[in-house]
């Protein structure tokens, strides 16, 4: 795995892990939530995870793209179909979603590189 995915992969599941051992239950429930949000039911997780990829593009999160992109291939969508996710979240949030969308390409670029995949981490936060 490249330093930047294992980086990004590391990271959160630190804080994340750091953020759920407070007795917070507005904190858990909203995790829980997020993670109840992305189950198969009338859309399947690849629909769903190209939804929050579009969203995420839209609202400008890096974070949560990179996050949407390693859960999108780990549900099995291609390199096309990311792409045309891509120009939706473009078309819809213009020019200004540019440089994440460059992000996003690149993050895919280093996911797709050879050599050990990236652990995915566990959907538990809003991203």
């Given at each position: 795995m490249n330093d930047?995915?294992?980086?990004?992969?590391?990271?959160?599941?630190?804080?994340?892990?750091?953020?759920?051992e407070h007795d917070n239950q507005v904190l858990r429930r909203f995790f829980a939530l997020d993670t109840q949000c992305y189950k198969d039911?009338?859309?399947?997780?690849?629909?769903?995870?190209l939804l929050g990829l579009v969203a995420s593009l839209v609202l400008r999160c890096d974070d949560c793209v990179g996050y949407h992109?390693?859960?999108c291939?780990?549900?099995g969508v291609d390199r096309a179909e990311?792409?045309?996710a891509f120009q939706v979240g473009l078309v819809v949030g213009g020019?200004?979603?540019i440089p994440h969308l460059?992000?996003?390409v690149?993050?895919?670029d280093r996911l797709e590189q050879p050599g050990d995949a990236p652990a995915q981490p566990a959907r538990d936060s809003g991203d």
């Open positions: 930047r995915v294992r980086e990004f992969t590391e990271f959160r599941q630190r804080m994340n892990a750091r953020i759920l039911g009338a859309l399947d997780v690849r629909t769903k995870e992109v390693a859960q291939k780990e549900a990311m792409m045309e020019s200004i979603v460059r992000r996003a690149d993050f895919l």
